[in-house]
């Protein structure tokens, strides 16, 4: 081919390739159509590429991008075929700024390689709220969709929803017992309608910490001067968390109204820098005009109050966060729930919190009509649970058993056992009707049979869980004409499968489990929540339960790797690893060429190096943080007489630590090299002890304070003090 040829079929190919990655840009950064019609955006283009560049206008654009959709469209459309499940759905009304109400569904299911899917399948505008005109839009989507199988949706808890969900009972085929368990209300939302409860508890002292917070950040100036006085309260690099939790965009969070959870991570926030905010005060005299005017300075107790808010909602943000992570499986909702309750009833009988028992005692009654009467629940929520072969019957018998330990039907039955009677019922209805419309082997008169319902139903309190925990089956091992069902319950629970992909088992376990593993397939996709919006460490701890440590995983510092040349970085790394300690031994558990690696090197890290990785690293956090104060870009001299002081101090006080022999050897040899580079004050440069005493707040305050402590017990050839000297 001639090189014009060449050089045409290239252009041609670039100008095709550009144009997809043009079309793909404005929708995944949502850009305006417009966007091409720019000067400036089309002179980059010509730079990116070639001079003669063909750009498309934006009606082309626009047609273009629809045909992109339209073609994902029928991909999903024809994976959601060929799953042949059934879907979950979420149903969100949403508010433009232009007031135009908008109805979103999402799809929620696992696939046939046991892949959970979440997808946005419609997004339709509204007149009403009125429930028949949302049903009709979900119905219209569906029949869009050709999707014939439906196992829930997911709702807030508008009384416009419940209309939709009768409307669409009587319209879809393919139900589970009739659309028995069609309706699931948000867990989400009932989570955050009890926060609600819990901000009343000290509302002017909350009120008052999201004055503060959103007078800090209504300048870069006032945040800039909150972080410096955060490092005169703590040392300045001191708290080397705290330092990296001020470089990400969460430091000074601000809740948002519509998300009443959002309050527990401002309230967590600003807690940690409440000594800052006490400084600030003193800095910013606007501060405290502002925050008379408004709702009231904030004062020690509002600290306090505003402490045990924060501890009481703790468990209600981990949960929303746990329940609404993507690809959450729901058989852990239940779990999430009961420590919800188990929280409830803890603070409800504390005594020393007079208050905060009081609205705990009202939060748990309100728990309890929403959630806590087995009967107007979801029964799915407790099929998902048993559907875990680590739980079982396990954690639900458990739960009931705490909760209604001291309760008694009117027939004089066990309460929990009333419960756990209903819960069964629930389960074999459902296996039975998925049974009765997939057929197979089991269509006899013994797959009616619900003998390990009847036989649970007839032991005493504990001992059929006790009996399976240790392995031995309920019913033996040899009874004929047991159900799928019967089979799975009878089977003792997985032990020591912390980290089991779930999904991943019933894949595996599908053979032997037909039609439970086609019950799990649709319900272990049950969403939680409403909106389609580094794991070791969040397994550990409850994932997102600590959020600074959360935060401090987003930075670039996340395990921080030390360098040779500056030895005090290696305070850094020790710190970093430390805090994640816990998530290293799973994660040992987890990466079988992790341990491998390690025994080839330098051994495996075990419990006892971490003990003593965390006092070489208190050791050193002194001289990192001296180290980081010194060498600030704008610090001034008055101040590196104070810092050497506190090194010395530091030296001195752990050669005195007799329960630390190794390290008070250590402190005593450095002491004694610290004084022969410093301590020795005839070889020093004397401009440093000039330069504190040119501190009008220090003049000879701070020199006499560290010569009485160091040289106390000296006495010169001539019987004078060293001090004085």
């Known amino acids: ?41 089309k002179e980059y283009m010509e730079a990116r590429y070639y001079r003669g560049f063909q750009i498309p206008s934006h009606e082309t654009i626009a047609r273009d991008c629809v045909q992109v959709f339209m073609e994902e469209k029928a991909k999903l459309k024809s994976l959601i075929k060929k799953t042949d499940q059934r879907v979950c759905l979420t149903l969100n009304i949403w508010t433009s700024k232009q007031s135009v109400k908008y109805l979103c569904i999402s799809a929620h299911f696992i696939d046939n390689n046991w892949e959970l899917h979440k997808k946005i399948i419609g997004f339709s505008p509204l007149t009403s709220n009125d429930g028949e005109e949302i049903g009709r839009a979900v119905e219209k989507c569906l029949l869009d969709w050709e999707i014939s199988g439906v196992l829930t949706i997911s709702t807030g808890s508008a009384s416009s929803y419940d209309a939709a969900i009768d409307y669409l009972r009587t319209r879809l085929v393919n139900k589970v017992l009739d659309g028995k368990f069609l309706h699931l209300k948000c867990i989400i939302d009932f989570i955050n309608d009890l926060v609600k409860d819990g901000l009343n508890l000290y509302p002017k002292s909350v009120a008052r910490v999201r004055e503060a917070v959103r007078y800090v950040r209504g300048s870069p100036a006032r945040v800039e001067l909150l972080k410096k006085c955060s490092r005169e309260r703590t040392g300045k690099f001191g708290d080397f968390a705290k330092e990296k939790f001020m470089k990400t965009t969460s430091f000074l969070f601000l809740d948002s109204p519509t998300i009443p959870n959002s309050t527990y991570c401002m309230l967590m926030a600003a807690n940690m820098f409440q000594e800052a905010f006490d400084l600030f005060e003193q800095k910013d005299p606007m501060y405290k005009r502002h925050m008379e005017k408004t709702c009231g300075v904030l004062k020690y107790n509002d600290w306090g109050k505003v402490s045990k808010v924060e501890n009481f909602l703790k468990v209600f943000y981990t949960s929303t966060d746990d329940i609404s992570e993507m690809f959450l499986t729901s058989n852990k909702f239940l779990v999430e729930m009961g420590g919800i309750d188990f929280h409830l009833d803890n603070w409800g009988r504390s005594a020393n919190k007079e208050n905060l028992s009081m609205m705990a005692l009202d939060m748990k009654a309100k728990f309890y009509y929403y959630w806590g009467d087995v009967e107007k629940s979801n029964m799915l929520i407790y099929v998902a649970n048993i559907l875990d072969p680590r739980q079982k019957l396990g954690y639900i018998e458990f739960y009931f058993e705490n909760i209604f330990k001291h309760d008694y039907t009117d027939e004089g039955e066990k309460m929990w056992k009333h419960k756990m009677r209903m819960v069964l019922t629930s389960l074999y209805d459902v296996f039975d009707d998925y049974k009765g419309k997939i057929g197979g082997p089991q269509g006899n008169a013994d797959a009616q049979s619900r003998i390990f319902m009847e036989k649970y139903l007839a032991e005493e309190q504990g001992d059929c869980t006790s009996r399976l925990m240790k392995g031995k089956p309920l019913l033996g091992r040899k009874v004929k004409g047991l159900t799928e069902l019967d089979k799975y319950l009878n089977e003792e629970s997985l032990q020591n499968a912390d980290g089991l992909d779930l999904l991943k088992w019933w894949k595996n376990f599908s053979g032997q489990f037909p039609i439970l593993s086609k019950i799990a397939k649709d319900v272990l996709a049950l969403p939680g929540w409403v909106e389609l919006l580094k794991k070791c460490s969040r397994e550990r701890t409850g994932k997102f339960g600590d959020f600074a440590k959360e935060k401090f995983m987003k930075t670039t510092s996340f395990l921080f790797l030390d360098s040779p040349a500056i030895p005090t970085s290696t305070y850094c790394m020790l710190m970093a690893a430390n805090i994640f300690q816990e998530a290293f031994d799973l994660f040992e558990q987890k990466d079988p060429m992790y341990k491998r ?32 104060d010194i060498s600030e870009m704008f610090l001034t001299s008055n101040k590196f007489l104070v810092e050497m002081g506190g090194i010395d101090f530091h030296l001195h006080n752990w050669g005195r630590c007799a329960n630390k022999e190794k390290l008070s050897m250590m402190a005593l040899d450095m002491k004694a090299k610290f004084y022969y580079y410093w301590g020795d004050v005839e070889k020093s440069n004397m401009l440093i002890y000039v330069a504190n005493i040119l501190d009008p707040r220090q003049k000879l305050g701070y020199i006499e304070f560290y010569f009485e402590n160091i040289f106390k017990h000296d006495y010169t050839d001539e019987g004078e003090k060293n001090v004085e000297t």
């Open 1 to 41: 081919m001639a090189p014009q040829g060449k050089r045409a079929l290239a252009q041609k190919n670039e100008q095709e390739d550009g144009h997809s990655a043009l079309i793909k840009e404005i929708i995944i950064d949502e850009l305006p159509f417009s966007v091409v019609d720019q000067d400036g955006f």
């Open 597 to 628: 690696h390690m025994e080839k090197t330098c051994g495996v890290l075990k419990y006892n190096d971490w003990g003593k990785v965390s006092k070489v690293e208190n050791f050193l956090k002194v001289f990192y943080t001296s180290t980081d």
